[in-house]
Nanobody, 127 residues
Framework: QLQLVESGGGSVEAGGSLTLSCGFS???????MGWFRQGEGNEREGVAA????????YYADSVKGRFTIDRDNTKNTLDLLMDNLQPADTAMYYC?????????????????????WGLGAQVTVSA
């Protein structure tokens, strides 16, 4: 059973940077993977996603140019590098995995495609 474990959350001032890391088990290389977030009172939002090899990536408009998703199957890690963080980025961030499908390729940031989720890591950005 694939397991995902997030780490690296914390608190930072606006304009700062953080890197989240998601460790996954060996059988994750066949899955598409992504990062989601959910702020207090908000619905879960897709942030970034990547296919099995990590070369093809997708980003929400709200983070494009500031966040980078980086998948390394040799280290079994999925990182989310976050720059120029803003208070609106404050949320619980989740790593997730999805089985490959054509539906995923049409909507890679749709949480309904993802079947396996980590427990989350909190990111808090102060003004």
């Amino acid at each position: 059973q694939l397991q995902l474990v997030e780490s690296g959350g914390g608190s930072v001032e606006a304009g700062g940077s953080l890197t989240l890391s998601c460790g996954f088990s060996d059988d994750a290389d066949k899955y598409y993977m992504g990062w989601f977030r959910q702020g207090e009172g908000n619905e879960r939002e897709g942030v970034a996603a990547t296919l099995t090899g990590g070369a093809i990536t997708y980003y929400a408009d709200s983070v494009k140019g500031r966040f980078t998703i980086d998948r390394d199957n040799t280290k079994n890690t999925l990182d989310l590098l976050m720059d120029n963080l803003q208070p609106a980025d404050t949320a619980m961030y989740y790593c997730a995995a999805a089985p490959p499908s054509l539906d995923f390729l049409n909507q890679p940031l749709d949480s309904r495609h993802y079947q396996i989720w980590g427990l989350g890591a909190q990111v808090t950005v102060s003004a």
